[in-house]
């Protein structure tokens, strides 16, 4: 069944080069149009640059545009960067903003069935997903974009969908066998864990049935892969599966922004939506195909924000060549690292300055902080705080207020628990420059 | 009023040694002490024979708080802390912690602390009651 090279618009997923170029440019015309009449920081933008859409007569063109960053979001928050009126709009979502606020992106009704929900179809049979699977979504349900994203998609192929949303393992479990769920749509580090229980609990594998694994909102490697399918192999039915990697952002529209096929030889991006680029981090000048850069998006046929090249900081390469499942569209590798200090912590995009922005509202904290991360098959966040001759007194109760106090208030921010660990003065290593904040130690996948 | 110090110890081996270690070069003696802790940490409390030279010779390796505590004499006797428990509920103050040492001849002693705008009121209700509050410099010399 996930053998089998399926298409969900074949005609535009196989679509030739020149003929998917043309379209990008007439689109990434109409999206630069869009954005001059109807989003004033891109009104500004432009006239600062001295450009207007009619500069642009080829694809190549697209390179004297400005780079949207988050913090043009930030910037423009909650709804600057909106070219619709709330009347046109039917959806919101946020994500993780670079300090307290999140990052908010809003849809037209052709944003969600068009783009997001098309986009969402083709990646799950293009991952070996089809009618009369039965998906449990395990994604989170809420304002992360990951759960409904994924869901919609399911909804549109035909699959029967179970919003299971993000943790509840036993339930999870359960449901496996009960309702003979054939793919699971998580994060790699919840999937992992779920194999692993699986296998704790000695499940007949005759009712496991999982064959394909959609994952994605985190970054994970090849070994991973490894991992993953070897780990649900053991456990079902058929002794095969498929571990697929699904790629996106909020800010681009969710998950569904680029998909593996069951080569697995890249994410296939759907460049009738976006288009696609990779620069160099440090001048902003793009890369050529096959080097590594930021990979950078224009949602050119998004109405509700849409965005000119806006960058991910995720770095990655692209690949035109034609791919053995005969789509055309371009392929990411997998994304290695990103430019910038973002975290993603149980798909859950973190900051480093969102914990600092927390830690400095609180009165007695000091500046020296540390961020560790840890993978016991879940990712664990745990900050340590230094205590100040201020905040110490004889009281363990005012102690644990306080350690209470920053846990409640990073949990506002980040909607992640994190542990804080309350520490001596001069514990905390300083460093000379740039403070190393972050300890990352997860293993390697 | 009695000077207790605290110190905040991580939760580690050799915190408590490097703390006694100081007080024995400094030539100050730990009259009694209680230990609360958590995962991650424990907080130190001390009555010693020189509260302010304890400060400012741990201050520099840890972080060290004086708090004001009440030490009266206890009777070392069944009811002797039921008898002071039963003076300060009625009279409405709240006990924070408290701990106890055995002093001279059949009197224990007693370490209270209590809300910070509830101290006097408790050495009011206390004294009422029989009960001997002590003077600093005798606990410190004990």
């Keep these: 069944m996930s053998d089998q090279v399926r298409y969900w618009a074949k005609e535009i997923e196989t679509m030739p080069r020149a003929q998917l170029q043309d379209l990008q440019l007439r689109r990434f015309k109409e999206l630069a149009t869009r954005c ?75 944003d969600v069935d068009d783009v997001w929900t098309e986009t969402m179809a083709r990646s799950l049979v293009c991952a070996g997903v089809w009618r009369g699977d039965v998906v449990q979504n395990a994604y989170g349900y809420g304002l992360f974009t990951g759960g409904l994203g994924a869901h ?57 049935k999982l064959h394909t694994g959609v994952f994605g909102a985190e970054f994970w490697t090849e070994k991973m892969r490894e991992k993953l399918e070897t780990a649900f192999a053991e456990v079902n039915a058929t002794g095969k599966f ?66 000119v090249r806006y ?47 927390v830690l400095m509202k609180i009165p007695g904290v000091a500046e020296h902080y540390e961020i560790i991360v840890e993978r016991d098959i879940l990712d664990k966040i745990k900050v340590r705080v230094e205590l100040t001759p201020k905040t110490f007194s004889d009281s363990m109760a005012e102690l644990e207020n306080l350690k209470r106090t920053i846990e409640k208030e990073l949990y506002t921010t980040l909607q992640i628990n994190v542990a804080v660990e309350l520490v001596a003065p001069n514990t905390i290593p300083r460093s000379i420059g740039k403070a190393k904040r972050v300890i990352d130690m997860r293993k390697e996948g | 009023m009695v000077t207790q110090i605290s110190i905040f110890l991580p939760n580690r081996p050799n915190q408590l040694a490097k703390v006694t270690g100081i007080l024995m070069k400094e030539k100050v003696n730990i009259r009694a002490l209680t230990v609360s802790e958590t995962s991650d940490y424990g907080i130190l409390r001390m009555i010693v024979s020189d509260p302010d030279k304890a400060q400012k010779v ?85």
Aim: one cysteine or more; glycine letters at 8%.
């Design chain 1, 242 to 307: 498929n571990a697929i990697d699904i790629y996106g952002l909020s800010e681009i529209e969710g998950p569904g922004v680029s998909n593996e096929c069951i080569f697995k030889k890249g994410n296939h991006i759907w460049e009738d939506h976006f288009l696609a680029e990779t620069i160099d981090p440090k001048t902003g000048e793009p890369t050529a195909p096959g080097e590594p850069g930021e990979l950078v998006f224009s949602t050119i046929t998004k109405e509700g924000i849409p965005l």
């Design chain 1, 152 to 208: 919609f998609g399911c909804e549109r192929i035909g699959a029967a969908v179970i919003p299971m949303s993000g943790g509840n393992t036993e339930r999870q479990i359960m449901l496996f066998q009960d309702f003979g769920s054939t793919v699971l749509t998580a994060t790699p580090s919840f999937a992992a864990y779920l194999a692993e229980i699986i296998k704790q609990q000695k499940i007949d594998r005759k009712l496991i």
């Design chain 2, 58 to 142: 741990l201050q520099g390796s840890f972080l060290v708080d004086q708090t004001d505590v009440i030490a009266c004499a206890l009777k070392d006797a069944p009811g002797g802390l039921n008898e002071i428990a039963t003076v300060l509920g009625d009279s409405g103050v709240n006990i924070e912690y408290l701990y106890a040492f055995v002093g001279k001849a059949t009197q224990a002693v007693l370490i209270l602390r209590v809300e910070n705008q509830m101290r006097s009121k408790a050495i009011d209700v206390l004294g009422n009651a029989g009960v001997r509050i002590y003077d600093p410099e005798e606990i410190y010399s004990m």
């Design chain 1, 311 to 357: 960058t991910t900081k995720d770095i990655t390469s692209l690949n035109y060549e034609k791919c053995d499942c005969g789509r055309t569209h371009v392929r990411h590798a997998k994304i290695t690292g990103r430019s910038d200090d973002m975290m993603k912590i149980k798909g859950i995009n973190v900051f480093p300055s969102q914990i600092e922005y």
């Design chain 1, 36 to 110: 001059y009449t109807k989003v004033r920081h891109y009104k500004q933008k432009f006239t600062d640059m001295k450009i207007t859409p009619d500069d642009i007569k080829t694809l190549d063109d697209v390179k004297k545009f400005p780079i949207t960053v988050k913090a043009d979001l930030r910037d423009n928050y909650p709804f600057g960067l909106f070219a619709e009126p709330m009347e046109n709009i039917v959806r919101i979502h946020a994500s993780s903003g670079t300090t307290g606020k999140p990052t908010v992106v809003g849809y037209t009704k052709h």
